[in-house]
């Protein structure tokens, strides 16, 4: 069959279910074709004995082979087809050989997915669903999504991305809880007021959220809600908040059989259903946003809307800045001084751009980490840059992949007395030319915070100017002091390995 290159496919392998998305490339745009969904028990197995079983994996294998014929009957490549898996499969003890032997079997190989990078993909999703229709992208808002898995929750302040979580607060992951409880309604909402009370105090560090005014909620079983009592709107719908706490009210004193037949969910999951609306009602109900917006995507239409790893980080260089902002001033970061760094870096990061063979990615990397630069301090003044690298791995910062923090969190640790050496870990794991990049990005930031030693913002780099043997910083230098000078001279020698340029300053022109 001759193969349609307008077509793509996008599998994804969740918690309670496999879904495949059929969809044609129109111009800009992607138009939903075709849609398939079969469900299977991987989460019960992994978020019960943490291990996908063999009856699971053979469940998966027969769904597959069928996505693939019908794959093949639209004349879709295989090269034009993704595969995803979320929760269940990472948290799987046995997740490497069951993705081992799922694309022996199948011919499909599947990404899993870290939480941010599931986290980036919704996010791409709502934008494409949303553009043009609410402005989203410039005010307070919440993006929820709910699955048997868990919960990942966004938070935009006026537009800008101010925090990114993902919790453990997913309907299959209940039902261990509820057998052990009374598995009542009344016992199921006291654990979600339990759990959502501690999650939403870490968020009212970040962002209150009474200034809610948009609430976004997406999954299978809002969507399928949206459709019955939701008014209807041009890629989404729109609950109010009184009809969907009365429908909570109502679905809590139904039967499971009620549920099944008014709703048109599997009496086995009926419970599962009932539970993930009571965790959308339990952060909508905190908020002051007056209506629930539903999109009508998933997270596979996120899938289709990502581009090369390359463009993605410039892409979302506005949102990864406001995650890190956000970030450092839950750790106390002194704003002012580490703007000014990051000013003066991104000066000497441009005049390097073409000796440097440097992208649109590394002078995120160098940004970032100039925001967060001093964010170990917090834990202790003492290896403060080792602390840093600590804190910016195991943080979720929207935008940024495990490779990503890793590799802004050692620029971080060797922007002071410490050299890259090989016998750290985390900087031989990495390949050759992310070696590379820490090393002249962690020089840059070096002269950038040797700048303002002093914590006073004095001194701007207002131009420079490069030969073939030295970099000149042109600027107000009546306002150097001593301190700022011997810093330069330290920083500088590193700088100079680096670059072979000699570091010089000047008064401004």
């Known amino acids: 069959m001759k193969k349609n290159k307008s077509l793509s496919a996008v599998i994804d392998l969740g918690s309670s279910g496999i879904r495949l998305l059929i969809a044609e490339k129109r111009a800009t745009k992607w138009k939903a074709l075709e849609t398939l969904e079969r469900k299977t028990t991987l989460g019960r197995d992994v978020f019960i004995t943490e291990e996908i079983s063999e009856e699971s994996f053979q469940q998966v294998i027969e769904i597959l082979r069928l996505f693939r014929e019908y794959i093949e009957s639209w004349g879709i490549a295989a090269s034009r087809t993704r595969c995803i898996a979320t929760s269940a499969v990472r948290e799987a003890h046995n997740r490497d050989m069951f993705i081992e032997r799922v694309e022996l079997q199948t011919g499909f190989a599947f990404k899993v997915l870290e939480a941010m990078e599931a986290n980036l993909l919704t996010y791409r999703s709502v934008d494409h669903a949303l553009r043009g229709h609410l402005r989203i992208k410039r005010s307070n808002a919440l993006i929820v999504e709910t699955s048997g898995g868990g919960t990942n929750v966004l938070m935009l302040n006026k537009g800008l991305m101010v925090g990114a979580h993902s919790l453990n607060l997913g309907s299959i992951r209940f039902e261990k809880e509820l057998k052990s409880g009374l598995g009542t309604s009344d016992y199921l909402q006291k654990l979600l007021d339990q759990k959502t009370l501690v999650a939403t105090r870490q968020f009212e560090m970040e962002f209150p959220l009474k200034r809610v005014r948009y609430f976004v909620a997406l999954g299978s079983d809002i969507r399928r809600v949206a459709g019955q009592i939701g008014e209807k709107n041009k890629g989404y719908y729109l609950i109010e908040k009184e009809a969907f706490v009365q429908l909570l009210e109502k679905i809590s004193g139904m039967e499971s059989v009620e549920v099944a037949s008014e709703y048109g969910v599997p009496f086995s999951e009926s419970g599962a259903f009932f539970a993930t609306l009571q965790i959308y009602g339990a952060f909508f109900k905190q908020c002051s946003a007056m209506n629930l917006i539903v999109p009508k995507v998933s997270i596979r239409e996120g899938v289709l809307q990502s581009t090369k790893r390359t463009s993605t980080l410039a ?7 406001g995650a890190c902002y956000s970030l450092a001033a839950k750790f106390g970061v002194d704003k002012k001084h580490s703007d000014n760094v990051a000013f003066n870096a991104l000066k000497i990061f441009d005049a ?4 440097g063979n440097f992208d649109k990615d590394h002078k995120i990397y160098l940004r970032s980490a100039a925001v967060l630069m001093d964010i170990g301090l917090f834990l202790h003044h003492r290896h403060s840059q080792r602390h840093g690298l600590y804190l910016i791995r195991n943080s979720e910062i929207f935008g940024l992949n495990e490779l990503d923090r890793i590799i802004v969190g050692l620029i971080v ?4 007395k410490t050299r890259p050496k090989h016998t750290h870990s985390e900087f031989s794991s990495l390949r050759r030319d992310d070696r590379l990049t820490v090393f002249k990005l962690s020089a840059i930031l070096r002269v950038a915070r040797a700048l303002d030693i002093r914590l006073v913002q004095r001194l701007k780099v207002e131009s420079v100017q490069q ?7 042109n600027m107000n230098i009546a306002n150097i002091s001593p301190l700022e000078v011997g810093s330069l001279q330290d920083a500088s020698e590193i700088f100079q390995d680096v670059f072979g340029l ?5 008064e401004r022109s």
């Not at 030969?467 to 910083?473: G, I, K, P, V, Y």
Request: aromatic share 8%; no cysteine.
């Open 315 to 321: 892409s979302l260089e506005d949102e990864i800045a």
């Open 352 to 355: 390097l751009a073409k000796i």
């Open 413 to 416: 640790r060797y922007h002071g």
């Open 467 to 473: 030969d073939a043997n030295r970099l000149q910083l």
């Open 502 to 506: 000699k570091i010089e300053f000047a």
